[in-house]
């Protein structure tokens, strides 16, 4: 009988490693794809503006993203548990109406922070439990809900601008230590998710959930009242998008906020890895996401690109960001 060995490569008979391929362990690194296209637009809109690396237009990006950031926080965690609100938006087109309207009335701005804030939660919580126990997809709930708000918030502005002054001017426009009070608080709302997610049993029970829900709720875990709470937190943190964005503007407008807000939040999430299906998500690829969207429209701006190629150039980007992330995420063990 004879045993037969596998042949040895040139590099194994020599006692060499087979040699590797930088380009393709960036792609294979975590978010590789999305670090590469962010890198490229980025290189590439430096060498054609000059004016992009300039301080004030970086705080400008920092401030534009700071939003978005927020609400995508929060709907990092909601997906991962396989849930959905296309009215984080429009959530925050409500906060931005009702809010300048109180400060416009004298109403004091603590008072008028914790109206809103507590508004914005009851929405969620709304939607949360619309979705809980109707039945009802949240996709088809959600974006029914999107609609209404937009609806209430322009009726709350009668269809007309509301100045608020210098009322909450330095939390849109302040920096500390050269870094947008904006930013700051994104920073802070993306790290606490981040933390959640990975070290808690509430974010431990938002991955069973989105997994499997009918093997979470056979564990133990309360599945309605998760719901719940992940919806009344995701209208929260679109509240607070939503005082963010007042106190950045000034003053609220129609159409301000508003299902376009909520649709790049969605972009950012998902070409930065989490699953529109649940059980996957993470924080970095979210931030990933959400830089990349802001850059690739300071860029437009900056390069003065007609409105009508605009949409055309940013889609075409993120459609290769989440093509290469895709195959980058499938290419990961236990993906």
Known sequence: ???????????????HPKPRRPAREVLHAPHGGLVVVLVLVAVFTAVQADSFTTSQNLLNVLRQIGVTAVIAAGLTL??????MDFSMGSNAAVTVSVGATLL??????????VL???LATLIGLV?????TFTRVAPFVATLASAMLFDGVALL????????IGQRMWALGNSNVLGVPYLCVVAVLVLVLTGLAMRFTTFGRDAFAMGGNEHVARLSGINVPGRKLALYALAGALAGLAGLMLLSRLG??????????????AVAAVVIGGTSLTGGHGTVVGTVLGVVLLGVVANAMN????????????????????AIINEFQRKSVPGH
């Open 1 to 15: 009988m004879s045993l037969k060995t596998p042949s040895a490569t040139p590099e194994t008979a020599l006692g």
């Open 78 to 83: 909601l997906m991962t548990a396989g849930g």
């Open 104 to 113: 416009h009335d004298g109403r004091p701005t603590s008072v008028t922070v």
């Open 116 to 118: 809103t804030l507590l």
């Open 127 to 131: 939607n949360g439990l619309v979705v």
């Open 156 to 163: 709350v502005l009668d269809g007309e601008s509301i100045t």
């Open 251 to 264: 003053a609220a407008a129609p159409n301000t906020g508003g299902l376009q807000l909520q649709l790049t």
């Open 302 to 321: 900056l390069l003065q690109v007609n409105s009508y190629y605009q949409y055309v150039v940013t889609g075409g980007v993120l459609l290769v960001a």
